[in-house]
């Protein structure tokens, strides 16, 4: 693989490191409140300086990207999962149900993604888990039609027309050649969605959509401190810099994942 | 070409009555009692039932549904729960600044995003070639609400050059369509590059050169020609896009277009102000993506003379 690809591998595995082991390794309570040392700039107390209300930014970005990360992850996983089962599904069975499937799909995809998630978003009470399933609601399609572009091309390739003729069930041609055979693929898509997905979870975070309050998630404590952009700039500028660093480290690795595997999207 | 715009035009039936059975079952589901954030929840019982029925909110969910269809046919799309505006004439008026945003956002996308990705596939593999990579990989991973905030911390706090916000003229256009250009102009750097790389290789481009064309002339008049076409389908789905309303871009800097109409709608739950934006977002994104698929029709000579010889 590319070096930037392993790079983004080493960087995305420290940031996680050090947003998952946050409670150990903070030197203050997240949403502790402190009004002796409201908006502090960047220094020797506070690394990254304080919010509005005290608390410590450095502390609020590590624990807020334990958030943002699953909240990506898991979204990412849900749309694969779904995305994966009907690609295949639709490719393999055919017929109408492809149709219908495909029919469906390009209903999906011709909403407006971001719309739609809003929508979604709006509907239950909001959360993290509204979140994941706003994402995950939107992405699956995107998945699904190029998994079944690709099963369509694998499932006339003469593996498969033998593994037939060897008497292979259905369902063991489908999960046993079949969908190995999308593996690169999904990595890609996967290395070049998620970056996609941590820019739509802080996105919703930021209109107040996701986690809510004192919780802090990288998305939304750009959203509280904005009207503070030119007085306390680094309440702003933190959390920001770490959703653009991992979303650019995701999109790195899809785009070397790309690369190594030669897979065309 | 007439027999395929006829089964486009076709397929929209099902497509936007799928859509508004979605926005309709949505917002329907959304939680909270309209009719109580609109009169508060110490209101008389009877004031309470008097606006229900008028809302139509008391009959049943598939008369509701039709109804708003038939009304949707006619150009209606329902009044404001709060300012009792009918949405189809607000967003007849938040139309052109949100059509003026895309539209600046496109001036600025096209021509630099062209620009890096020629300049980027011509040099591939030098460091002009990786220094454009990086940053346009890097363009579509910073998210445009904390660019947008730095954007206008730089020029219009600290330099004072422009508005930081507001609805107007060309300086208060600058900004938003810096912001909103920036994630388009990566992607159309990228697409550039990669669709010229792909034909960088076909034969008629080796033909070409050796018949000891200029280099220059092959690229340009070859080369760039052919890349058009794919191009043409990205600026247009990304312009497509933009005409939905940028929430975010348009939130940060107070520009009253569609996007901040939904985002308000959504913040008081105002449902016939949140379906018509979806409804109109779509309806848009549907029919440019419709005009698109026309214009790559006619812009490509195989698929017009085999429509044509068929």
């Known amino acids: 693989m590319r070096k930037a690809g392993k790079v983004s591998i080493a960087l995305l595995f420290l940031i996680s490191l050090l947003c998952f082991a946050a409670p150990l390794i903070c030197p203050y309570d997240p949403d502790m409140i402190n009004l002796d040392s409201i908006k502090e ?71 407006p993604a971001f719309l739609l998630a809003i929508g979604i978003s709006v509907v239950f009470p909001p959360g993290i888990y509204t979140v994941m399933i706003a994402i995950a609601a939107v992405g699956w399609a995107s ?9 369509l091309t694998v499932k006339d390739a003469a593996f498969i027309e033998s593994s037939r003729a060897i008497g292979c069930s259905q369902i063991r041609i489908l999960f046993v050649h079949v969908m190995p055979q999308c593996i690169p693929l999904v990595l890609v898509m996967t290395g070049l969605k998620l970056g996609g997905y941590i820019l739509t979870e802080a996105s919703l975070s930021f209109l107040g959509l996701g986690a809510q309050p004192p919780t802090a998630t990288w998305g939304s404590m750009i959203s509280a401190n904005r009207a503070y952009i030119s007085s306390a700039p680094w309440m702003v500028f933190f959390p920001g810099l770490m959703i653009a660093i991992t979303s650019l480290c995701f999109n790195m690795l899809g785009d070397a994942l790309r690369d190594k595997y030669d897979v065309r999207i | 070409m007439k027999k395929y715009l006829a089964k486009k035009l076709l397929l929209l039936i099902p497509l936007l009555l799928g859509i508004t059975s979605l926005t309709f079952t949505l917002t329907k589901a959304l939680p909270g009692d309209p009719v109580l954030s609109m009169v508060g929840e110490r209101a008389q019982p009877e004031v309470i039932e008097k606006i229900r029925r008028e809302l139509g909110a008391d009959r049943s969910i598939f008369i509701q549904y039709f109804g708003y269809v038939r009304l949707l046919l006619k150009g209606e799309f329902g009044r404001s729960y709060y300012t009792n505006r009918k949405v189809f004439d607000d967003l007849l008026i938040k139309f052109p600044n949100t059509l003026k945003l895309a539209l600046g956002a496109m001036v600025i996308a096209v021509p630099f995003g062209l620009f890096l990705g020629l300049l980027s596939a011509c040099r591939r593999g030098t460091m002009t070639d990786r220094i454009i990579s990086s940053l346009s990989v890097t363009g579509l991973s910073i998210p445009v609400f904390w660019s947008g905030l730095l954007i206008m911390l730089l020029f219009s706090l600290k330099l004072e050059l422009l508005p930081p916000s507001g609805t107007g003229n060309i300086e208060f256009l600058v900004l938003p369509s810096i912001t909103l250009a920036l994630p388009a102009i990566a992607t159309l750097t990228r697409v550039t590059r990669t669709t010229l790389i792909e034909i960088f290789a076909m034969p008629f481009v080796t033909t070409a050169r050796a018949k000891g064309i200029k280099e220059s002339r092959v690229n340009i008049l070859h080369v760039f020609k052919n890349a058009l076409i794919p191009l043409v389908t990205v600026i247009g789905l990304d312009f497509g896009s933009y005409l939905n309303g940028a929430v975010l871009t348009e939130t940060i800097f107070g520009w009253d277009g569609m996007g901040r109409f939904t985002m308000e709608g959504i913040i008081k739950r105002d449902y016939p102000v949140i379906m018509g934006c979806i409804i109109a977002g779509t309806v848009m994104l549907v029919l440019i993506n419709l005009l698109v698929d026309v214009l790559y029709h006619y812009l490509d000579p195989r698929i017009r003379l085999y429509e044509k010889s068929r």
């Open chain 1, 41 to 111: 700039p960047p220094g020797h107390q506070h690394l990254l300086g304080t919010d509005n209300k005290g608390r410590d930014i450095l502390s609020r970005v590590l624990h807020g990207g334990r958030i943002s990360i699953s909240v990506a992850l898991i979204a990412g996983f849900l749309s694969i999962g779904v995305g994966l089962m009907v690609g295949v599904f639709s490719g393999y069975v055919g017929g109408r149900i492809d149709t219908a499937l495909m029919a469906l799909i390009d209903l999906m995809l011709s909403f």
């Open chain 1, 143 to 151: 998945f699904a039609r190029l998994i079944r572009g690709h099963v």
